[in-house]
Protein backbone atom coordinates (compact mmCIF):
# COMPACT_ATOMS: atom_id res chain seq x y z
CA UNK A 1 0.00 0.00 0.00
CA UNK A 2 1.27 3.70 -0.74
CA UNK A 3 0.02 7.11 0.78
CA UNK A 4 0.30 10.38 -0.26
CA UNK A 5 -0.82 13.07 2.51
CA UNK A 6 -1.51 16.68 0.44
CA UNK A 7 -2.73 20.21 1.20
CA UNK A 8 -4.67 22.39 -1.18
CA UNK A 9 -6.50 25.44 0.11
CA UNK A 10 -8.09 24.23 3.23
CA UNK A 11 -8.17 20.77 2.08
CA UNK A 12 -5.63 18.33 4.15
CA UNK A 13 -6.26 14.80 1.86
CA UNK A 14 -4.56 11.77 2.48
CA UNK A 15 -4.99 9.59 -0.44
CA UNK A 16 -3.93 5.51 -0.43
CA UNK A 17 -3.49 3.20 -3.31
CA UNK A 18 -3.22 -0.51 -3.44
CA UNK A 19 -2.72 -3.20 -5.97
CA UNK A 20 -3.44 -0.46 -8.34
CA UNK A 21 -6.78 1.43 -7.18
CA UNK A 22 -7.23 4.04 -4.69
CA UNK A 23 -8.81 2.87 -1.52
CA UNK A 24 -9.04 5.74 0.40
CA UNK A 25 -9.49 9.42 0.23
CA UNK A 26 -9.81 10.76 3.91
CA UNK A 27 -9.89 14.20 5.31
CA UNK A 28 -7.17 14.66 7.49
CA UNK A 29 -6.77 18.20 9.34
CA UNK A 30 -3.78 17.63 11.01
CA UNK A 31 -1.39 15.44 7.89
CA UNK A 32 1.38 13.18 9.57
CA UNK A 33 3.69 12.88 7.07
CA UNK A 34 3.59 12.80 3.01
CA UNK A 35 4.45 9.36 2.63
CA UNK A 36 5.00 7.82 -0.73
CA UNK A 37 3.37 9.79 -4.20
CA UNK A 38 2.77 7.27 -7.01
CA UNK A 39 1.56 7.92 -10.49
CA UNK A 40 -2.40 7.26 -9.48
CA UNK A 41 -2.18 8.56 -6.46
CA UNK A 42 -1.09 12.14 -8.05
CA UNK A 43 -3.67 11.64 -10.88
CA UNK A 44 -6.23 11.04 -7.81
CA UNK A 45 -5.16 14.77 -6.67
CA UNK A 46 -4.73 16.15 -9.90
CA UNK A 47 -8.59 15.13 -11.00
CA UNK A 48 -9.76 15.93 -7.33
CA UNK A 49 -7.87 19.60 -7.70
CA UNK A 50 -9.56 20.18 -11.26
CA UNK A 51 -12.82 19.04 -9.28
CA UNK A 52 -12.22 21.79 -6.97
CA UNK A 53 -11.41 23.96 -9.68
CA UNK A 54 -14.68 23.52 -11.98
CA UNK A 55 -12.77 21.79 -14.40
CA UNK A 56 -14.29 18.24 -13.34
CA UNK A 57 -17.50 16.30 -12.90
CA UNK A 58 -16.81 12.96 -12.99
CA UNK A 59 -13.52 11.12 -12.00
CA UNK A 60 -12.02 8.48 -13.94
CA UNK A 61 -9.22 6.93 -11.01
CA UNK A 62 -9.78 3.65 -10.96
CA UNK A 63 -10.87 2.84 -7.00
CA UNK A 64 -12.43 0.12 -5.07
CA UNK A 65 -14.58 0.36 -1.69
CA UNK A 66 -14.37 -2.59 0.59
CA UNK A 67 -17.77 -3.14 2.79
CA UNK A 68 -20.55 -5.59 3.50
CA UNK A 69 -22.61 -6.42 0.72
CA UNK A 70 -25.26 -4.29 1.80
CA UNK A 71 -22.69 -1.15 1.79
CA UNK A 72 -21.53 -2.33 -1.62
CA UNK A 73 -25.11 -1.63 -2.99
CA UNK A 74 -25.16 1.40 -1.17
CA UNK A 75 -21.97 2.87 -2.62
CA UNK A 76 -22.79 1.38 -6.02
CA UNK A 77 -26.03 3.26 -6.27
CA UNK A 78 -24.28 6.04 -4.58
CA UNK A 79 -22.14 6.39 -7.51
CA UNK A 80 -24.76 6.33 -9.78
CA UNK A 81 -26.18 9.84 -8.69
CA UNK A 82 -25.63 12.67 -11.28
CA UNK A 83 -23.17 16.03 -10.55
CA UNK A 84 -25.18 18.27 -8.91
CA UNK A 85 -27.92 15.88 -7.82
CA UNK A 86 -29.18 14.31 -4.72
CA UNK A 87 -30.99 11.91 -3.98
CA UNK A 88 -33.01 10.77 -0.49
CA UNK A 89 -31.51 7.91 1.81
CA UNK A 90 -34.69 6.95 1.21
CA UNK A 91 -34.66 6.46 -2.11
CA UNK A 92 -31.64 4.79 -1.64
CA UNK A 93 -33.26 2.36 0.18
CA UNK A 94 -36.20 2.04 -2.26
CA UNK A 95 -33.56 1.40 -5.05
CA UNK A 96 -32.46 -1.61 -3.12
CA UNK A 97 -35.35 -2.95 -2.66
CA UNK A 98 -35.51 -2.07 1.25
CA UNK A 99 -37.85 0.71 1.58
CA UNK A 100 -37.27 0.55 5.58
CA UNK A 101 -33.49 0.19 5.80
CA UNK A 102 -33.24 4.08 5.06
CA UNK A 103 -31.20 4.47 8.12
CA UNK A 104 -29.24 1.85 7.14
CA UNK A 105 -28.03 3.49 4.32
CA UNK A 106 -27.45 6.05 6.09
CA UNK A 107 -24.53 4.84 8.24
CA UNK A 108 -23.45 2.44 5.33
CA UNK A 109 -23.06 6.79 3.59
CA UNK A 110 -21.08 7.28 6.93
CA UNK A 111 -18.62 4.21 6.23
CA UNK A 112 -17.56 5.32 3.05
CA UNK A 113 -13.56 5.94 2.61
CA UNK A 114 -13.38 7.54 -0.87
CA UNK A 115 -13.99 11.01 -0.47
CA UNK A 116 -15.65 12.55 -3.20
CA UNK A 117 -15.06 9.63 -5.56
CA UNK A 118 -17.91 8.26 -3.60
CA UNK A 119 -20.16 10.64 -3.80
CA UNK A 120 -21.69 10.39 -0.17
CA UNK A 121 -22.50 14.30 0.08
CA UNK A 122 -24.78 13.70 -3.02
CA UNK A 123 -27.36 11.79 -0.64
CA UNK A 124 -29.78 14.04 1.55
CA UNK A 125 -32.30 13.24 4.54
CA UNK A 126 -35.88 13.91 3.32
CA UNK A 127 -36.08 16.53 5.78
CA UNK A 128 -33.05 18.45 5.04
CA UNK A 129 -29.23 18.00 3.91
CA UNK A 130 -28.92 14.73 6.89
CA UNK A 131 -25.22 14.04 7.88
CA UNK A 132 -22.01 13.77 6.82
CA UNK A 133 -19.86 12.26 9.11
CA UNK A 134 -20.00 15.10 11.43
CA UNK A 135 -19.16 17.49 8.90
CA UNK A 136 -22.71 18.96 7.72
CA UNK A 137 -20.47 22.50 6.21
CA UNK A 138 -18.41 20.48 4.27
CA UNK A 139 -21.45 18.76 3.08
CA UNK A 140 -23.22 21.82 2.42
CA UNK A 141 -20.06 23.45 0.48
CA UNK A 142 -20.02 20.80 -1.76
CA UNK A 143 -23.26 20.68 -2.87
CA UNK A 144 -23.02 24.37 -3.03
CA UNK A 145 -20.26 23.80 -5.02
CA UNK A 146 -21.35 21.41 -7.46
CA UNK A 147 -24.83 23.86 -7.84
CA UNK A 148 -23.15 26.34 -8.87
CA UNK A 149 -21.08 24.79 -11.81
CA UNK A 150 -24.04 23.91 -13.10
Not at 11 to 25: A, K, M, T, V
Not at 32 to 47: A, H, M, P, Q, V
Not at 69 to 98: H, K, N
Amino acid sequence: MHYFDYTYNEWHLRIEEEDGFIISIVRDPHPKSEGNETTLIRRCFDEIVDYFECKRKVFSVPFKYDGTPFMLEVFDLVCAIPYGETRSYRWVAEQMGRPRSYRAVGTACSKSNLFLLVPMHRVISSQGIGGYGGEIDVKRWLLNHEFSVL
